[in-house]
């Protein structure tokens, strides 16, 4: 059986680093766009990672356009933006997909580890509403990806201990992040 210590993410430049780098390390993995209604969560991770990068926690953020066109550019334009906005001090892997027959296959084992159970938090409802409307009516029928800042965390021990979807409020994430360190 795979472990999460078994995938790579490529950098921009094209460089492959293994997962195998953070073991022993809290890993929250999240797809990241910079036109998005989520975009404001690169504070939060900003926040989340210079708070606890200090105790370990490791933050892989990989853009991703799948989603309504919401990561246009190359990936030094979205380290610019992000860099410039948001001050993002931790490392922006290649944009890539995270679903469909191009999709990371760290993103494959993502999805298996921990699947799709619904949205919570304030922007609930209307997420299922405009899926339901202008993606797919049965979008909660698999365990895709369904939009941009879902966030996987990945216990120390190399666990994939739970999946948030980007309604999920903040501090619930970051109390999870505590846990696992």
Known sequence: MASIYDFTVEKPDGTEVSLSEFQGKPMLIVN???GCGFTPQY????????TYSGQGLEIIDIPC?????QAPGT??????????NFGTPYEQYKKSEVNGDGQLPLY???KEQQGFEGFTGEKADFMDGYLKENVDPNYAD????????????VSKDGDVVARFEPTVD???VEEAVKEQL
């Open 32 to 34: 990241t766009a910079t």
């Open 43 to 50: 504070e939060d991770l900003k926040n989340l990672y210079n």
């Open 65 to 69: 356009d799948q989603f309504g066109h």
């Open 75 to 84: 990936d030094e334009e979205i380290h610019t933006f992000c860099t410039a």
């Open 108 to 110: 494959a084992f993502l």
């Open 142 to 153: 698999n365990d895709d990806i369904k939009w941009n800042f879902t966030k996987f965390l």
């Open 170 to 172: 903040m501090a619930v």
